[in-house]
């Protein structure tokens, strides 16, 4: 192309202008978000997803652990060091995950990490812990097999957050009710592609066809995590006809489908279960929020139904100025038990934390008996509130919470890792 | 592999009406950002990797302007003409000093504005997805043609993106200004040589390309979370669309955009486990058959 460049800057002067300005815009996001305590500190990192469709969740983990974290600090620390928390972004990238997590514990000497990914990023930050031996706790993954499969097994690395296969028997049976109810035989699902949807996804059908056995499913969606539109999965479902319908999409995705879906009139077509929309992430920006979805409860402040809970999620929103999230909880109790754990091991060592950690039970605002509890076997979190119940576009979103019941959710939940040879 | 949903659908008056509007509106969506980026690519040469950003941008504008004053057309007006002034700022700031660069250089100017337009919404509106909301006048019953289902918000979506086609492909071929532009595509030394402003008419292009990204975000602002970064994913789609239909083509673009709805739409019955490599498979047959895409020739 020839043409006569007019006077003024050089491309080199603006190369160097933008080189300077891509500098100025990167330094708040390309360094780490680092919570400044005093000396004799002990540093927990934490890689997360702080930019990207679910930065939304990634930030009410990081609110929920400084939230804990202020708490801990002024009665003490960790055995009477203070907490210094290095939280990182992973940008929701698997292999970024895995990087941030090694360079937090290599270089920045933390000596805990805190892996607030998704199932996408926990799984390789899982293999950091596996390598440099560092105590982990996982708090936002609720794929099943990092903690029931005996190969994933490492002593250093436990879970906080909910499990997938507790969510689908809680679920599995209350949808079973409502189906046999309604007579609702037909049914489709549609979940992301990656591990935490298909694995969920599998285990919620197995519980609903074991509770309701003439259940049939005629048709499943896979659209891939973040995917903008949802156009022909809606369409797809609609040419299946089914009678109902599950979803264990979540966040954005789950609010893009909801709007997506709303036009074509949906969810006045069939019965439609989704696990991850009673959570304020998806209540509180849907704007066109059906009534009547049937939903496991994440993070709603009237579910368990105690003070202790209502002031925790009353303290985020005044701090915050926003709700929490499932993610915000599942952090929190991160906090929670590493400090229990810390008090009777009178030690901030990693092994010692972790030996304290295996059966610890503590008080806890999420525990559907005020207690919530790390199993020893599997170095998974057990005992908190966990139920169905079904929406409404207004507060307090989910008026009744039908609640799980721990006793059923561990008999099923033997039988089903008897059933993939976990046991 | 579920041929005989597939089957079953094409013998189904109603399963092909719902998909094949399905196929459409995907397909105009992308059409709206693929046409700017096959414009301005026909025109100046440039392979315009930030313009998933002005998407990103229509969406925010139409979210922003939507929530001050409630008005639909106001939001899409707001998406659309804010797109414009910015690509005429970005173009003539920054892009406009590096034509006649390695095409690489402009690679690299365009991932780095990609990375700061994500950063500068990031700041302005958040981290955390939003949602627009769908205006009261569309949420309503769908329609129900031949048994199909065809929601009214989407027949304006249609509309509004083949209104778009129409008068561009019109005010290119018969206007004046239509004839510069070629013109300055195929000569921009003569057009320069005549006293007309290529400058002007670089900018103009630029703007007008970041118009239709945007007014696409803007559209698709009331059915889509919006998200720091959501430009991405539509970029490379359109990429394919431009790449399949003929870099610079404007008909290309059309075409292209319709084949790959009706794939992704059709493809999801019959091969619901390989819709995206379907897309792919199609771009490579396509380029082996045809290296320069099915309108290569046809330079705007």
């Known amino acids: 192309m020839t043409r006569t460049r007019k006077p003024g800057v050089s491309r080199r002067a603006t190369l160097a202008m933008m080189g300077a300005g891509a500098v100025s815009f990167a330094t708040p996001f390309g360094t780490p978000w680092v919570a400044r305590a005093q000396a004799k500190t002990i540093k927990v990192g934490m890689p997360t997803i702080l930019s990207g469709r679910v930065a939304q969740l990634g930030t009410s983990s990081r609110n929920a652990v400084m939230l804990e974290v202020e708490k801990v600090n002024a009665s003490g620390g960790l055995a009477g060091r203070q907490i210094e928390m290095v939280i990182r972004d992973s940008k929701g990238q698997p292999q970024e995950a895995a990087r941030v997590a090694r360079e937090l514990v290599n270089t920045d000497g933390c000596e805990i990490l805190i892996d607030a990914e998704a199932s ?133 995705d789950l609010t893009s489908y909801i709007d997506q879906a709303n036009i074509y009139a949906l969810f006045s077509q069939m019965e439609v279960f989704a696990v991850n929309m009673a959570d304020y992430t998806a209540l509180t920006v849907v704007k066109n929020l059906p009534k009547g979805i049937h939903s496991g409860n994440r993070y709603i402040k009237t579910y368990p139904a105690t003070p202790e809970n209502a002031a925790w999620g009353d303290a985020y929103k005044a701090k915050y100025n926003e709700y929490p999230t499932n993610w915000s909880w599942e952090n929190a109790t991160a906090i929670m038990l590493l400090a229990e754990a810390s008090k009777k091991a009178n030690s901030a060592d990693g092994k010692k934390i972790a030996e304290a950690l295996r059966g610890l039970k503590i008080k806890s605002p999420f525990g559907a008996d005020g207690t919530v509890t790390m199993r020893a076997e599997d170095q998974t979190l057990v005992g908190y509130a966990i139920g169905w119940g079904t929406t409404i576009p207004q507060e307090p979103y989910v008026p009744k919470v039908e609640a799980g019941d721990w006793k059923t959710i561990f008999e099923l939940e033997a039988e089903w890792k008897k059933s993939k040879g976990y046991t | 592999m579920d041929l005989d949903a597939l089957t079953g659908c094409l013998a189904s008056s109603a399963c092909l009406v719902t998909q094949t509007t399905s196929g459409f509106i995907i397909g105009m969506l992308l059409f709206l950002v693929a046409v700017g980026l096959t414009l301005i690519f026909g025109v100046l040469k440039v392979v315009n990797f930030s313009h998933g950003a002005f998407y990103m941008f229509g969406a925010y504008f139409a979210m922003t302007a939507y929530q001050f004053s409630g008005s639909f057309a106001l939001a899409m007006l707001c998406g659309a003409a804010g797109t414009a002034i910015l690509g005429l700022i970005f173009e003539r700031v920054f892009m406009s000093r590096v034509y006649g660069a390695d095409v690489l250089m402009q690679l690299l100017v365009c991932y780095a504005f990609v990375l700061i337009f994500d950063d500068v919404v990031r700041m302005i509106w958040g981290p955390e997805f939003k949602s627009m909301g769908m205006p009261a006048a569309f949420q309503v019953v769908p329609l129900f043609i031949a048994g199909g289902v065809v929601p009214p918000y989407y027949l304006l979506l249609i509309g509004v993106a083949l209104a778009a086609a129409m008068i561009l492909g019109l005010g290119l071929a018969r206007t004046r200004i239509g004839k510069v532009i070629r013109a300055a595509a195929h000569n921009p030394g003569m057009v320069s040589a005549l006293g007309i402003n290529t400058g002007l008419i670089y900018g103009g292009v630029f703007a007008l390309g970041g118009m239709l990204a945007g007014l696409a975000g803007a559209l698709a602002a009331p059915v889509r979370s919006l998200t720091p970064g959501m430009g991405f994913s539509v970029l490379i789609e359109s990429f394919i669309v431009t790449v399949i239909g003929g870099m610079g083509s404007i008909l290309g673009a059309l075409i292209g955009a319709l084949l790959i709805g009706m794939i992704r739409s059709f493809g999801s019955l019959g091969f619901p486990l390989f819709t995206e490599g379907l897309m792919y498979l199609f771009m490579v047959i396509v380029l082996v058959s045809r290296p320069t895409g099915l309108f290569g020739k046809e330079v705007a």
């Open chain 1, 120 to 252: 996408s990023g926990a799984f390789a930050v899982h293999e950091v812990a596996r390598d440099l031996g560092v105590l982990c706790l996982h708090t936002n993954s609720e794929t099943s097999a990092l903690t029931a499969d005996p190969k994933q097994h490492i002593p250093n690395a436990f879970r906080t957050a909910r499990q997938g296969v507790h969510d689908s028997i809680v679920g599995g049976s209350y949808a079973a009710a409502i189906a046999k109810a309604k007579g609702l035989k037909k049914w489709a699902t549609c979940s992301p592609d990656y591990a935490y949807g298909r694995d969920t996804t599998g285990e919620y059908v197995t519980y609903l066809k074991r509770f309701a056995p003439d259940i049939e499913i005629i048709s499943e969606s896979w659209p891939k995590l973040f995917q903008p539109d949802y156009t022909e999965v809606v369409t797809k479902i609609l040419q299946a006809k089914p009678q109902a319908l599950y979803s264990c999409l979540w966040g954005g």
